[in-house]
């Protein structure tokens, strides 16, 4: 348990610790490029006063729409209610009038108050505008079984939404035949009079109801397009505004920064062109004009968090020439420097891919970072470097491996997390090289998967 604590608190420390560091990063950007930057933010307080006003008319255009939808619901049930109670309680006592749903061919007869509710909410639709009422069910009668039922998945949604929150309304904005439509639902509840009529008639799809269940649902679904472009009229004249201001404001910051550039272009280009120099230079091995150590360092860290962060994996190679002491005593330590020239060269001709680097890690030891590459392709480019220094045929009668130059390469793969570090991954290079002297030399040992794995192949 302690150590699980003590590890929670590590990685909280590390997540602020970079949280805190991109803060500072975005901070010296915004102060490196303060016009830039406020211009950026006067943009974006654009563009975001827009977005705001769009979506406020937007919000007030479906509010109004809820709210036409609200009452015309709430019309043809009580239009319903009342012709239940008013005028079907009252013929159903004569015997010559009959209520039901095929009223027209019944003479003397009435339309029951379902039919009675539809026809009025088709009376007041209009097709070509797209303004629609409906009364559906999943427990169509007979009659209605192709146009009573839910025709689409708003209204199966609808029914499911309602028939759990009868007393709530289920609404959503969508495009209807490229229009930008309201639809607004409603449940329909069966009262005593309803549940007594649906359980006794013959032909009715269902005879279990009870007072309070879910009959059907009552939509109004509306074109939002003409009211739309009446509020965007309303907004044009603002957004006019607005972008008259914003021109304003582009064009004198960007006189001030054309006035920042022209006086500090040149000391800028003195200033990065002395800086350019004494990089390389600090960062550049004298004698093989490699990578020196504290640039593999940085490099190896920068490129050790890029992959920590994308997890993609990460190859380092460590070669060491075999036995250059005895070359340096055979040939001397001019015939040395030469020779490890030519090793550089092969090593930069290698390493072609952005991101590789090259680097002289120390005396005849060389170091090859490879983001991005994995186990066996780090071990390609091992091999290939290999063979080039078999090429270069240089001559030395005191190596008992061959008579000619040969390295011997440890390669260490790795997907860098929490777990591992930079150190981690050099020291699994060192012992898979030192493998590779234990077993003859000119030869390549890798390792694979976390610095804890042994060599292998």
């Known amino acids: 348990m302690p150590g699980k604590y003590l590890s929670g608190l590590k990685r909280l420390y590390t997540s602020r610790k970079e949280s805190f560091s991109k803060l500072g990063k975005l901070h010296r950007v915004f102060l ?30 479906e509010s109004q729409a809820e709210q036409f939808a609200r009452v015309a619901v709430r019309t043809l049930n009580t239009a319903r209610e009342t012709y239940s109670k008013q005028v079907v309680r009252r013929v159903q006592a004569r015997e ?17 108050p379902a039919t009675y509710t539809i026809e009025v909410g088709e009376a007041l639709s209009d097709r070509t505008q797209g303004m629609l009422f409906r009364l559906y069910s999943d427990y169509p009668f007979p009659n209605r079984i192709k146009t009573g039922g839910p025709q689409d998945s708003f209204e199966w949604d609808a029914l499911e939404y309602l028939r759990k929150n009868p007393t709530e309304s ?3 904005t969508e495009h209807i035949n490229n229009k930008l439509t309201f639809r607004y639902a409603e449940a329909i509840t069966m009262n005593a009079s309803c549940v007594a009529c649906h359980n006794t008639l013959a032909k ?15 939509e109004v679904t509306q074109p939002l397009d003409s009211i739309m472009l009446i509020a965007r009229d309303g907004l044009r004249n603002i957004y006019v505004s607005l972008g008259i201001i914003l021109a304003l404001a582009i064009t004198g910051l960007s ?11 040149e000391l800028e280009e003195k200033v990065r062109i002395r800086t350019a120099k004494l990089k390389l230079l600090a960062s550049l091995d004298g004698l093989t004009h490699l990578s020196n150590r504290r640039q593999f360092d940085q490099h190896l860290e920068y490129e050790w968090n890029r992959a920590k962060r994308h997890q993609y994996p990460l190859s ?24 490890l020239k030519a090793v550089a060269g092969v090593l930069k001709n290698t390493i072609r891919r952005s991101g590789e680097l090259a680097a002289r890690y120390g005396g005849e030891e060389f170091a090859i970072i490879l983001p991005n590459v994995d186990s066996e392709g780090g071990g390609q480019v091992a091999q290939q470097i290999r063979e080039e220094i078999h090429r270069l045929r240089i001559p030395h009668e005191a190596s008992p491996v061959k008579p000619y130059l040969t390295m011997s390469m440890g390669i260490a793969t790795v997907v860098p997390d929490d777990c591992c570090s930079t150190d981690g991954v050099i ?13 003859g030399r000119d030869r390549v040992k890798k390792v694979t998967g976390t610095p804890s794995f042994g060599p292998q192949g």
């Open 316 to 339: 380092l190679i460590l070669c060491d020439v075999d036995y250059f002491k005895d070359f340096n005593d055979a040939y001397g330590h001019q015939a040395g420097d030469e020779c």
């Open 255 to 265: 006189l001030v920064m054309v006035r920042f550039q022209t006086v500090n272009q």
């Open 204 to 218: 009715s799809p269902r005879k279990d109801w009870k007072i309070g269940d879910v009959r059907g649902v009552v």
């Open 32 to 61: 490196d490029n303060i016009v830039t930057s406020l211009l950026a933010l006067i943009v974006i307080g654009f563009g975001v006063g827009i977005i705001s006003s769009y979506n406020l008319s937007f919000r007030l255009v």
């Open 170 to 172: 289920f609404h959503k």
């Open 96 to 112: 010559n009038v009959s209520v039901m749903a095929k009223y027209h061919t019944v003479e003397g007869a009435i339309p029951n």
């Open 427 to 439: 020291k699994t290079a060192d012992q898979a090289l030192y493998c590779a002297k234990e077993q």
